[in-house]
């Protein structure tokens, strides 16, 4: 494995079928706010017909597809419905041939007393 530092890894996943597609990698610079506008963003171009694309162009609070708050978080942001998609801050990335594998954390509870669980997860890549 190839040890690639950290970056927000973007994913297209299916409930149903399991299946994972890597959308992007971006700058692990960039702020969850920028990640989410992405994605929001990235989702319409993939799944909106024009009429949506021009409501979503002209006003997002009056889009089908528009973000929820709660589905942005500081390590993990989601968007859509199968399929969905995701940003993972990955704090470690690594690359084996056509495998890439990222490693993230979930954060629960507040400052004080919260819980971190850490996942692995694998992707192929073309």
Same mark, same amino acid.
């Given at each position: 494995?190839?040890?690639?530092?950290?970056?927000? &890894?973007?994913?297209e996943e299916s409930f149903h079928s399991g299946q994972k597609q890597?959308?992007?990698?971006?700058?692990?610079?960039?702020?969850?706010?920028?990640?989410?506008?992405?994605? /929001?963003?990235?989702?319409?171009?993939?799944?909106?017909?024009?009429?949506?694309?021009?409501?979503?162009?002209?006003?997002?609070?009056?889009?089908?597809?528009? #973000?929820?708050?709660?589905?942005?978080?500081?390590?993990? #942001?989601?968007?859509?419905?199968?399929? &969905?998609?995701?940003?993972?801050?990955?704090?470690?990335? /690594?690359?084996?041939? @056509?495998?890439? @594998?990222?490693?993230? @954390? &979930?954060?629960?509870?507040?400052?004080?007393? @919260?819980?971190?669980? /850490?996942?692995? /997860?694998?992707?192929?890549?073309?």
């Amino acid at each position: 494995m190839v040890s690639l530092g950290k970056a927000w &890894i973007v994913l297209e996943e299916s409930f149903h079928s399991g299946q994972k597609q890597l959308v992007a990698v971006l700058s692990p610079r960039k702020t969850s706010a920028y990640v989410a506008e992405y994605i /929001e963003q990235a989702y319409v171009d993939r799944f909106a017909n024009f009429d949506e694309k021009i409501t979503f162009k002209k006003n997002r609070k009056n889009s089908p597809y528009r #973000i929820e708050r709660y589905m942005i978080g500081d390590t993990t #942001i989601s968007h859509g419905h199968e399929p &969905i998609f995701n940003a993972y801050y990955a704090h470690k990335l /690594e690359r084996d041939d @056509r495998l890439l @594998r990222f490693h993230y @954390r &979930i954060y629960k509870g507040d400052f004080d007393s @919260r819980e971190v669980t /850490e996942y692995i /997860e694998e992707v192929r890549i073309a």
